[in-house]
């Protein structure tokens, strides 16, 4: 069993910035990793990923904004999240999985809130 935590939400303004990051209690350094969010009233969505080589994808309504990134020896992946909108505020969460195994680890969430 693999536990994920997330750390780093909180409330900013409109076009400010905020990094996310995402510990994992073991090494999850072939796990893709990936990023969630799920605001007020909405489903959750896939926000962005990336794999155990480095390899990134981003939601449309990301990209250009956000930068998934890992550091394998710390088993942390971090979600650096630029030029923010009210329409980000969601609960973000870390999730881990191996596809083809079928392992699949969430964390608890973090409250990201884009306010004036």
């Known amino acids: 069993q693999v536990q994920v935590v997330e750390s780093g939400g909180g409330l900013v303004q409109p076009g400010e910035s905020l990094r996310l990051s995402c510990t994992a209690s073991?090494?999850?350094?072939?796990?893709?990793m990936a990023w969630h969010r799920q605001a007020p009233g909405k489903q959750r969505e896939l926000v962005a990923t990336?794999?155990?080589?480095?390899?990134?994808n981003y939601a449309d309504s990301v990209k250009g904004r956000f930068t998934i990134s890992r550091d394998n020896p710390k088993n942390t992946v971090y979600l650096q999240m630029n030029s923010l909108k009210p329409e980000d505020t969601a609960v973000y969460y870390c999730?881990?999985?191996?596809?083809?195994?079928?392992?699949?680890?969430w964390g608890q969430g973090t409250q990201v809130t884009v306010s004036s």
């Open positions: 999730r881990a999985y191996l596809p083809i195994t079928g392992l699949d680890y």
């Open positions: 073991r090494s999850s350094s072939t796990y893709v």
């Open positions: 990336i794999t155990s080589r480095g390899t990134t």
